[in-house]
């Protein structure tokens, strides 16, 4: 059925295994024709050229971590083209700030090219190891490193890409400022797939800064976190690179599943924060005031700082283990909103009231980037229950947590993107005027619909 | 000729005077049908349904402030769509940082409001008293700050936009994370009006630095610059906000025009810079050490470090006020060029060449944001000679300049966009796969080709 690509060079074809038609959590089960490999952005301009001919849909594939199923199609049979052979540093320029890598590149080796030149490439998420750069400016991914050096968008200055046609935008200045036309840059990123195909870009790289601190921090509530957060930017400015908030029922869960993980703090507080700053000489010792000062105001209950690389590493753990703790114990129902940073304490309020209206004795875990205004919320099963004992209550609790996310002027997909599970949310909460937009969008770049199709709008995005 | 219009609510139509007419250089002589002005987003988009039913132009207009005949049209006869009375205050939020304001505040405006509640605005540009919000937007403009906050886009969380056929676009969230579909708001911002109009903005507030220090410095070269900049980056971070450089050129136009305004160093040397930065309290004697260090260094070689505020403004005064000692000078050719830092002296040096090559006895004036790579390079007659002893040399000129920018990876628009003047640059430098995205989009969202006609396409962009 992909017999049209057999001849094309710089192309290897392959019939997809499990690991290209599922995605983390298991909620989709993908259909696939075959995975084309392009290894130069030639090849993928001819894949999309003769796919759009015939009709036949892609699937834009990166390292396949997304947690909305942008990556898998249930409903039809479209090509998987993986970025992963196209995965050449074209460029390191220190002098520059600028990295410029193709689309296959892991954002684990973007962060090492960037620290071979003593520079940061500050992105981080929990799946850095496997997300590929092309899915990560994709889905315009966040993270803990937002509140300082923004989102994935914010760290990219120029790209390339394939639109559906087999067009190649060749635009990898490496400029801070250009002024020459509309910014497709930012409309393909975060646009899911769903206009053309990312295959390299050129991001910006930041100073590695010369001293860093970190510390876990309990604190009495979010209202209380986002008091530190303001006292905190009052007297270290920018350099605070990340601020999370951490609710005791994401460490129970580690406590369940991974035993040998030591609790940070001996007061076992209901909420904490994770914090961390990095700035020029002197910025360490003014971290330790600022923390002083948060103890004597009494925003700051009990408090460890990291002593070593080897300490700040197992804070972080901790942090980056509870997404696996909460996986092992299986939730109800995710999510991930995002709320004016002075309406975070209501949400939290509100939504729990909402979510114990339809399943009372739920566990809710509530934690995430709080700087940012974007909490992961997450709803499990009480004890000894099973996630089947709620299975009717699952959409309800979705709704209930979005309603309240939207009636405080928030995003019900602050980080994740919409992929194929938010497609109804989009069409609830969405701007009526914004989704017009974006179909005319779509179809004036990708006439036949071919691009990820399924992501983004419902089967008939044209219609 | 507009009489369909007469009968909208909360709109004021009225003949084009002079001021709606012509721009700043005096470049273009334009023609209106009629100055509308809305006080609503409804009435925009009653009058760009009215007009795109009949294929009338629609010239968004805002401070009329653009360098590049944006907000002109000397060939087509245009309703001239003023957002002067879509000017209120819709919401500042402090604790969130956020100011929301329709797109008829000005940019002195906005500054002030933030300045109320203790917040900064950092956009800042010299004609900041007069340019408006949505055109600051739709220009995507820069100016002096853009090295530590960004472009304008870079200072917007969120728009609201009539589109072509009056869709109104509401997306005015005031979210750091929202990934739910295509962004329209970086789409529409940097688009000069040929999408749509926008009519509101969600901005990004910032602290006031605690601590803010100034300095006029004498450089050797602009590479002595770019080494005092990379040095003061290692000591001071983030903390600096401008870096501009200046040569002696501007400085002998402005003793020329402005024999008041005092040299601030008594070396008077070929090449300076303009530095400030604001951080927390300690900054200032940091930045006092920085500058010790890049004297022991020989990277500076004079120095003045304002001691008030008055002293602050003076200094600052020099650098806003040489624009204006090259239009009393009149030049030959201006230009607003970007490339990669480590290129700026390379530019500087092989675009000299070319010029004088040209025209042996004129004079450059070059000097900007070089912290950006961005550098307004304008060449003026030589003493005792006119603007019209070359009027054979300027269009040479001026592709000679652009050919160095773009052989160095450059830009020919840093921050002052296409307008009118560089569609001709766009055609020739832009790359073709992005201009072909760029009229598929203008179909797409404008298919009667009513926005803004002329800019950023030549006569037919649609053919």
Redesign the interface.
């Known amino acids: 059925m992909t017999d049209f690509l057999n001849d094309l060079p710089d192309l290897t074809l392959s019939v997809p295994t499990q690991a290209y038609l599922e995605e983390p959590r298991g909620r989709y089960q993908g259909r696939g024709l075959t995975v084309a490999k392009p290894a130069t952005v030639d090849a993928v301009a001819a894949v999309l050229t003769r796919c759009n001919a015939r009709g036949v849909g892609v699937i834009p594939w990166g390292g396949g971590t997304g947690l909305v199923g942008g990556q898998v199609s249930e409903t039809r049979d479209c090509v998987i083209l993986s970025l992963e052979k196209l995965n050449r540093v074209r460029d390191c ?1 220190p ?4 990295l410029t890598v193709e689309a296959g590149v892991t954002l684990a080796e973007a962060q090492a090219e960037a620290a071979k030149v003593n520079r940061l490439f500050p992105l981080s998420i929990a799946s850095e190891g496997s997300a590929r750069i092309g899915g990560v400016l994709a ?2 991914a ?1 993270g803990v490193n ?1 509140l300082r050096y923004g ?1 994935a ?2 760290l990219v200055l120029g790209i390339e890409a394939v ?1 559906a046609d087999g ?5 990898l ?12 840059r ?2 393909l ?3 899911e797939g769903t ?1 053309g195909v990312i295959t390299a870009a050129s991001l910006r790289l930041m ?1 590695i ?1 010369a001293e860093r601190s970190t510390a876990f921090l309990a604190v009495e509530s979010p209202k209380a976190a986002l008091n530190l957060l303001a006292d905190m ?7 605070i690179s990340a601020f999370e908030l951490i609710h005791r029922q994401g460490l129970d869960f580690l406590a369940e599943h991974f035993p040998a993980m030591r609790h940070p703090l001996e007061s076992r507080p209901d909420w904490m924060v994770l914090v961390e700053i990095g ?2 000489k ?1 910025s360490a010792a ?1 971290f330790e005031t600022a923390l002083e000062a948060a103890f004597e105001a009494e925003l700051v209950s009990d408090a460890v700082l990291a002593q070593s690389d080897g300490q700040r590493q197992a804070l972080w753990d901790i942090r980056e283990t509870i997404p696996e703790g909460n996986r092992l114990t299986g939730s109800i129902s995710s999510h991930d909103i ?5 309406r975070l304490p209501e949400f939290i309020e509100r939504a729990g009231v909402a979510v114990r209206a339809i399943a009372p004795d739920a566990r809710i875990n509530c934690f995430g ?1 709080v700087g ?3 909490l992961h919320y997450n709803v499990f099963p009480a004890p000894g229950r099973m996630k089947a004992d709620y299975v009717n209550m699952r959409g309800q609790v979705q709704t209930a947590v979005h309603e309240v996310a939207d009636a405080l ?10 992929g194929r599970l ?1 497609v109804g ?2 069409e609830r ?3 009526p ?6 179909r ?2 779509k ?3 990708d006439p036949n619909g071919i691009m990820n199709p399924g992501a ?1 709008f419902d089967g008939a995005p044209l219609g």
Chains 1, 2 share one sequence.
């Open positions: 320029a002098g520059d700030a600028t889905t315009n966040g937002v989102n968008r914010d639109l067009t190649i935008v060749s635009d200045k490496r400029l801070r400022k250009d002024n020459t036309g509309y910014d497709l930012h409309l990123i975060g646009a206009l100073p800064p930017q009052g007297r270290l400015g920018e350099s700035g020029s002197g003014a995002s709320v004016p940073l002075s980037h940012d205004g974007n002027d928030g995003s019900v997909s602050a980080e994740h993107g919409i938010k949310d989009l909460f969405g701007d005027g914004k989704r017009i937009a974006m005319a969008i179809a004036a770049l983004l």
